[in-house]
């Protein structure tokens, strides 16, 4: 029997993985192959879906459950721009208490329902100065705080059937992709409101303090979210392609001349005002993406 605290069997193996992907199909006659997680208050692109076939996570009794505002918690199956996709409305976040393994366990699963290209989004607060609330940054790169510091998702006994032990992260967000949707945002007239730079994840669920906002731009971010982090890095492992974007809803405090602090509220409400930018280009790369 496994000692207390010992790790090393923690997460779904190979089998069971299979099995809840096999389970979910049930429901659906769709065989997606474009994952796409949304964001806090960035769900509406579901509303694009065409053919949809919408599952609740109660209905998969291995999901946990959305804890969130903004994340409504729905597995929607259907077309994207012609494509076959399944979008999670609603994704878990290690602050709501999940263990890391089971905040990325839909990406296995959506792997072994077919998907080969992943598609990220988020809400993320601007550490780089030059950037202003409302702009998109497509994410070029990541740093792994919680894993840095010990909590890689892919902490565990590794079954080689999902990837490789010690897997490269370099590379993780797929260039092609990055470089179609750059493309897309200069069509679309974006180009004063799309970036691209390093993302950030921290545990959460306390947003920064100015020491700590400080920090994260010495390292080198330009924005910091509490997702996305562990689903990329199992898509890599997995050998899926990675898209990932941000929607800066906020700008971190970084003097202490200001006075106004970061809420929940604040980043739903530029969510709600600047989400339509992000879903065009989200679903003008789907539209162009080979799958
Ligand atoms: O990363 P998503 O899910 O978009 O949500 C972001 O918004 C929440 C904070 O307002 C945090 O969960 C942060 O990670």
Redesign the pocket.
Known sequence: MAALGDMSSSGYSFDEIQSIANNILTFTKHRPKVGII?????GGLADQVDDAEVISYDQIPEFPVST?A??AGKLVFGYLQGKPVVLMRG?F?Y?EGYPMWKVAMPVRVMKAMGVGTLVV????GGVNPEFQTGDLMIIKDHIDLPGLTGECVLIGRNDERFGPRFPATVGTYDEDLRNLAKTISVELGYNSIMREGTYIMIG??T?ETVAESRLLRTFGADAV????VPEAVVAKHGGLRVFGI??I?DMVALDYNTTRA???E???AV?QKRAGDLQKIVSNLVARMTV
């Open positions: 949304c964001g806090s208050g960035l969130v903004g994340h994704r976040h602050y989004t988020n809400a993320a959460g669920p947003f979210g509490m997702s996305t941000s929607l809803t970061t809420t929940h604040e980043v739903l969510g």
